[in-house]
């Protein structure tokens, strides 16, 4: 009887093994899903995605698995090759003819990487338009997962030979992610930016002043890495204070904001503008108002991270709810687009705090 005793509980003891070593851990923990989307330069071949999946494996980030409906397409190294990279795809699209959800469900991803718009931009789609299909694409993948961390790229510069424009449109838009971005991410579900257009040259590292070859593929790998090193480790980017202080000063100074114009792009007919506020009293704010008055006729058509109030060419714009505290010395920004006709005059702003 003894000896039938020694028998199960070495079968038991191998049975256990086997089911570790095909889960990869006893406890079962699932790995980490990453989901590539975007466009060609995420998937066609996109062989930064097998530079960045072996440098996550040689640098012990082995709990990771890309996701996607779309297969690998050669880059000639062994590599996890799922991912969402439709070539030709405008993000506007995807939004609009509602995609997205049936890739999540598909891929159920933790983290998603995405370089899209360039195609957008290409087809001259307003950088506003884009990023309005950026916020519904953020708002599907929270409901996909609550907890969603979201990387987002300024994409890489591009000059294809039948679009002089091209170039400045890609400036354009890159500079209006950083205000969304901050404007759309939470503590639960982040939203970081990821440079990939500075130091990136059409002329070196693409084949066709789009697409990039080996030594671009090679600078979005290394771009990306450290930011999805930054979010499998569960660290949270500090967007705006989560502890209000105590504030207990024996005098009490008076309060005050400064505002900061500056225009961000402007092409036929419209611009695009940032304002910067600063608070410069001595305590926290508990709200802040901008307002001036444009001497040109230029009108907002869309604005971002403030409240608009515009009564003729006159403009007010207070805080949001997330951006209405502000320590002494710490700023924020809003960003617009306006229209514009012959003249575009920088406005005069005035900041004050209600």
Not at 11 to 33: D, I, P, S, Y
Not at 85 to 110: E, F, I
Not at 293 to 309: K, M, P, Y
């Amino acid at each position: 009887m003894a000896r039938v005793r020694v028998i199960l509980v070495a079968v038991l003891a191998l049975v256990a093994g086997v089911l570790v070593a095909a889960n990869g851990t006893a406890a079962g923990a699932a790995a980490t899903r990453i989901m590539p989307l975007g466009d060609s330069i995420t998937g066609s071949p996109g062989c930064w995605r097998a530079l960045l999946w072996n440098r996550l494996q040689n640098t012990g980030h082995t709990d990771v698995d890309f996701v996607g409906t779309l297969p690998p397409q050669g880059c000639s190294v062994a590599y996890d090759g799922d991912n969402e990279g439709h070539g030709g795809a405008l993000v506007t699209n995807v939004a609009r003819q509602n995609q997205l959800p049936g890739w999540l469900s598909a891929g159920r991803p933790d983290v998603v990487l995405m370089h899209f718009g360039t195609n957008d931009v290409w087809s001259n789609v307003p950088p506003a338009t884009i990023l309005e299909a950026f916020t519904t694409l953020v708002g599907q993948m929270r409901a996909s997962n609550p907890a969603m961390r979201i990387l987002v790229a300024k994409i890489i510069p591009m000059a294809p030979a039948t679009c002089g424009e091209c170039g400045q449109r890609v400036v354009t838009f890159n500079d209006a992610i950083p205000a969304w971005a901050a404007g759309i991410s939470t503590a639960q579900s982040p939203v970081v930016v990821v440079d990939q257009w500075t130091g990136f040259s059409t002329a070196a590292d693409t084949y066709d002043g789009v697409h990039p070859n080996a030594s671009g593929d090679q600078k979005i790998a290394d771009r990306w890495y450290p930011a999805l090193v930054e979010a499998l480790s569960g660290a949270q980017p500090t967007v705006t204070p989560t502890v209000t202080p105590t504030v207990t000063p024996t005098v009490t100074p008076p309060g005050g904001c400064t505002a900061a114009y500056r225009n961000a792009g402007h092409w036929q007919g419209g611009f695009q503008g940032e304002v910067t506020v600063t608070n410069t009293g001595a305590t926290a704010t508990n709200g802040w108002r901008v307002s001036w008055t444009f001497a040109d006729g230029q009108r907002i058509t869309q604005i971002w991270n403030g409240v608009l109030a515009a009564d003729g060419s006159h403009v007010t714009v207070t805080h949001f709810g997330w951006n209405s505290l502000l320590m002494p010395g710490a700023s924020t920004s809003f960003g617009f687009l306006a229209s514009w006709n012959g003249t575009n005059t920088a406005p005069t702003l005035s900041c004050s705090i209600p």
